[in-house]
């Protein structure tokens, strides 16, 4: 591993270092979220059937998030325990932990591949595809789980580029796949009369490119820590720290897609179609905020464990009081606008006025929370930098399983009108997530980092 490297995490002032790491990731994840919006505009225009489309596509992509979310599983979960590992000039394990998370990576994605692809008609028809729309979504689906290994390896093993300080390198990642994407796209759908096909093979072919890209880097000199062919093995003491380390950012992802189908169904039932036409503009918005916050707290993420590694715990606390300043103004920040703007957001969606007008009075319930929220998600990252699974699974679960989910079903049963007991669900899930995540924040990282502190002074 380069001084360099090590000079940066060590010695580097933390607000710019913070900054340095979490700018790339957050350009990165505008850009994907840009080209998933041009995917489906393209899609959308496909001449005759665009709509029926459009409408599958829409059915194809909760599944794929959850297909994704296991690349979150072994690469949120590894990295952090790689930044820890560098931090304690553990060099060889860092390696072996990269190894036999690759190799990890390879056997989930073959294994949901193979799953997927046995049960592909049945998953769609549960996801709500019609006999209309089931054969655009089986198309696109059954080319996407063919390319779901480069996809998974793309994304879990750019984690691991992020945490040895590259951030530049894993934004160039994200870029590659959305550039050649969009390229793609219009010679696929349009010029080549692929329809839904030729955007499920540009999907593939440019996260093959970005997988190819990442393992390029992770195999070359150029990287700190090297994907070592000695090394690719299953080590299952490995294996189980990353998969309880994984588990709170998998919980986070795979369970996005079922929150919005409780919400969807549940102000559908009292409001009807212009509600959750509402709701669908909200949760694109709360996503969008989600992930801004996520990619800067992910910034930091690398400096705490490194230093928590190497047991410099003042670079520890100092970075962890950047980050929550950050993203709780953050917060306040997209709450206020929220608030005191809402019509600003909600027109880049619609220009009908009904719908603006009741999503504007619905968008000062719902993202109530959002006041604090930022806390939240900085401490739950700070959880998974200090390796602390059980804790934060624990959070990831509290706020959507436990709290929200019942919460949306609960409170129309008290509280009128139903539809504005539906919206409260959010903060209601928010502000008591965030209080509890505050409390064992207050009481396990102070107790972490003194018992850290303590094993080294005893340590010959």
Same mark, same amino acid.
């Given at each position: 591993?380069?001084?360099?490297?090590?000079?940066?995490?060590?010695?580097?002032?933390?607000?710019?270092?913070?900054?340095?790491?979490?700018?790339?990731?957050?350009?990165?994840?505008?850009?994907?979220?840009?080209?998933?919006?041009?995917?489906?505009?393209?899609?959308?225009?496909?001449?005759?059937?665009?709509?029926?489309?459009?409408?599958?596509?829409?059915? =194809?992509?909760? +599944?794929?998030?959850? !297909?994704?979310? @296991?690349?979150?599983?072994? /690469?949120?979960? $590894? #990295?952090? %325990?790689?930044?820890?590992?560098?931090?304690?000039?553990?060099?060889?394990?860092?390696?072996?932990?990269?190894?036999?998370?690759?190799?990890?990576?390879?056997?989930?994605?073959?294994?949901?591949?193979?799953?997927?692809?046995?049960?592909?008609?049945?998953?769609?028809?549960?996801?709500?595809?019609?006999?209309?729309?089931?054969?655009?979504?089986?198309?696109?689906?059954?080319?996407?789980?063919?390319?779901?290994?480069?996809?998974?390896?793309?994304?879990?093993?750019?984690?691991?580029?992020?945490?040895?300080?590259?951030?530049?390198?894993?934004?160039?990642?994200?870029?590659?796949?959305?550039? =050649?994407?969009? +390229?793609?796209?219009? !010679?696929?759908? @349009?010029?080549?009369?692929? /329809?839904?096909? $030729? #955007?499920? %093979?540009?999907?593939?072919?440019?996260?093959?490119?970005?997988?190819?890209?990442?393992?390029?880097?992770?195999?070359?000199?150029?990287?700190?820590?090297?994907?070592?062919?000695?090394?690719?093995?299953?080590?299952?003491?490995?294996?189980?720290?990353?998969?309880?380390?994984?588990?709170?950012?998998?919980?986070?992802?795979?369970?996005?897609?079922?929150?919005?189908?409780?919400?969807?169904?549940?102000?559908?039932?009292?409001?009807?179609?212009?509600?959750?036409?509402?709701?669908?503009?909200?949760?694109?918005?709360?996503?969008?905020?989600?992930?801004?916050?996520?990619?800067?707290?992910?910034?930091?993420?690398? +400096?705490?464990?490194?230093?928590?590694?190497?047991?410099?715990?003042?670079?520890?606390?100092?970075?962890?009081?950047?980050?929550?300043?950050?993203?709780?103004?953050?917060?306040?920040?997209?709450?206020?606008?929220?608030?005191?703007?809402?019509?600003?957001?909600?027109?880049?969606?619609?220009?009908?006025?009904?719908?603006?007008?009741?999503?504007?009075?619905?968008?000062?319930?719902?993202?109530?929370?959002?006041?604090?929220?930022?806390?939240?998600?900085?401490?739950?990252?700070?959880?998974?930098?200090?390796?602390?699974?059980?804790?934060?699974?624990?959070?990831?679960?509290?706020?959507?399983?436990?709290?929200?989910?019942?919460?949306?079903?609960?409170?129309?049963?008290?509280?009128?009108?139903?539809?504005?007991?539906? +919206?409260?669900?959010?903060?209601?899930?928010?502000?008591?997530?965030?209080?509890?995540?505050?409390?064992?924040?207050?009481?396990?990282?102070?107790?972490?980092?003194?018992?850290?502190?303590?094993?080294?002074?005893?340590?010959?």
């Amino acid at each position: 591993m380069s001084n360099n490297m090590n000079d940066r995490f060590a010695n580097e002032k933390i607000p710019k270092l913070i900054f340095s790491l979490a700018t790339p990731a957050i350009v990165a994840q505008l850009i994907n979220a840009l080209y998933n919006v041009v995917d489906r505009m393209f899609i959308g225009r496909i001449p005759e059937t665009g709509t029926l489309a459009l409408t599958g596509i829409g059915i =194809v992509f909760p +599944i794929m998030m959850v !297909i994704q979310s @296991f690349s979150a599983l072994i /690469g949120f979960g $590894g #990295a952090p %325990l790689d930044s820890i590992k560098m931090g304690e000039r553990k060099h060889k394990e860092a390696e072996k932990l990269l190894g036999s998370c690759f190799l990890m990576l390879l056997i989930v994605s073959s294994v949901l591949t193979i799953t997927f692809l046995i049960f592909k008609s049945q998953l769609l028809v549960l996801f709500g595809a019609s006999p209309d729309t089931l054969p655009f979504a089986d198309d696109y689906m059954g080319i996407y789980l063919i390319g779901s290994v480069t996809v998974l390896i793309s994304l879990g093993l750019n984690q691991f580029i992020a945490a040895q300080g590259f951030a530049k390198t894993a934004m160039i990642t994200i870029c590659i796949g959305a550039a =050649v994407n969009i +390229i793609l796209d219009p !010679i696929f759908i @349009f010029g080549m009369n692929m /329809g839904v096909k $030729g #955007a499920a %093979l540009s999907t593939v072919i440019s996260q093959t490119i970005s997988a190819v890209w990442v393992l390029w880097f992770l195999t070359s000199k150029k990287a700190h820590l090297r994907l070592r062919f000695e090394y690719i093995r299953i080590d299952f003491k490995i294996a189980g720290g990353v998969l309880a380390l994984g588990l709170s950012p998998f919980i986070m992802q795979s369970t996005e897609s079922l929150i919005q189908i409780v919400f969807n169904t549940s102000i559908g039932k009292y409001g009807g179609d212009l509600y959750v036409a509402a709701m669908g503009i909200m949760s694109v918005l709360m996503q969008l905020f989600t992930l801004l916050l996520n990619s800067f707290a992910q910034g930091a993420q690398p +400096i705490i464990g490194y230093n928590y590694g190497s047991g410099d715990h003042d670079r520890v606390k100092s970075t962890i009081k950047y980050c929550s300043l950050f993203c709780g103004m953050f917060g306040l920040t997209i709450w206020s606008v929220f608030t005191f703007l809402p019509q600003l957001p909600i027109m880049v969606f619609t220009n009908d006025p009904e719908l603006i007008r009741l999503t504007t009075k619905l968008m000062k319930i719902f993202f109530l929370g959002t006041s604090i929220y930022g806390v939240q998600l900085a401490f739950q990252q700070v959880f998974i930098a200090l390796g602390q699974a059980q804790v934060s699974i624990f959070i990831a679960v509290l706020r959507k399983i436990i709290l929200l989910i019942p919460l949306v079903y609960l409170l129309p049963m008290v509280i009128s009108p139903k539809t504005n007991a539906v +919206i409260i669900a959010e903060p209601i899930a928010d502000f008591c997530a965030v209080i509890t995540c505050c409390v064992l924040f207050g009481l396990k990282v102070k107790q972490l980092l003194k018992g850290a502190k303590k094993s080294i002074a005893e340590s010959p």
